[in-house]
């Protein structure tokens, strides 16, 4: 969809490198160069290895930072892999790193004409039990899954769970970091929705729902990080979520979604009768936001319009 219109997709999601084979695909010796203008030019040498399938919930990552040792774990996972650049100066939480898990539900109409995204408006901030540094490449400190946090002594010691929901986010911003002004609501989310939208574009429906059946559906957790600057950037998206109620939070906001998500996908398709709930002001009075629609949307539409154009000269960009 951004290579098409000339977007730089790297100006939504972090510089990633698909590498199937080891080491002797073209991928890795193409990111073995950027690796080093990472290094030279910004002094940044922190990257991500992930499995290329079935790697939800923290499985199989590994935090790097030299050639070798990246080298040694693609190796390992010869048939595929994903080389990500780390987010070296994200913006914390109480000196910790935090990341955003988001909801999206995508439907088919009943006939199959048409796909259709909706965004969960309330959301959650999983952080990590222990401050933030590039001296160690501890776990603890730079991935935020729930499944690698609650292996810490410190886990639930600063919040439930390591959980924050987006207003105790904003309270956070308010006492910390009153001079930016930034609103959650205003700033951060509106990032999120755009660029969860385009995920889904970018996939359509034939990505989707190749074989075009109408009444199905399912939920994504869209998990994202957001920079210094109040940058947004998507970091995965995840089929089957983790809907573990760990803190009393998620007890009522993963239910709730869930109940709202099978209304839309189910009692519409069957033409149930209609459920006295509050009107939250969102598709049929849920919390779900429409984001995109296959029907409606132009091809050439794109939610994220922060995202640069590609570079003239191909060349990758590298931070300052």
Known sequence: LYLRLGRDPFGAV????????GVSDPAFERWRKT????DAEAGQRVWLVKPGASGNRGCGIRVCDGIEEVSQRVNAKRSHCVIQKYMERPLLVHKRKFDMR????VLAEPNG??????????AYLRTTSTRFTLKTLDKMVHLNNDAVQKHSESYGKFEPANKMSLDEFQRYLDEQHAKDGVSVRGQIWPQVQGLMADAIRAAGPGGLNPRGLGGCFEVFGFDFMVDAKYRVWLIECNANPCLELVCAYLS???????????RLALDRSTSAGSVTEPDHGGEAGT???PIYHSAEDSPDMISSSWVEALPEDGAEAVPG
């Open 287 to 289: 919390k779900w936001d």
């Open 14 to 21: 972090p510089l990633t490198f698909m590498v199937h084979g």
């Open 35 to 38: 690796f080093e203008a990472f």
């Open 252 to 262: 009522h906001l993963i239910p709730t979604m869930l109940d709202q998500a099978l």
């Open 113 to 122: 004409a048409a796909l259709r995204a909706f965004c969960f408006r309330d």
């Open 102 to 105: 988001a909801y999206c539900l």
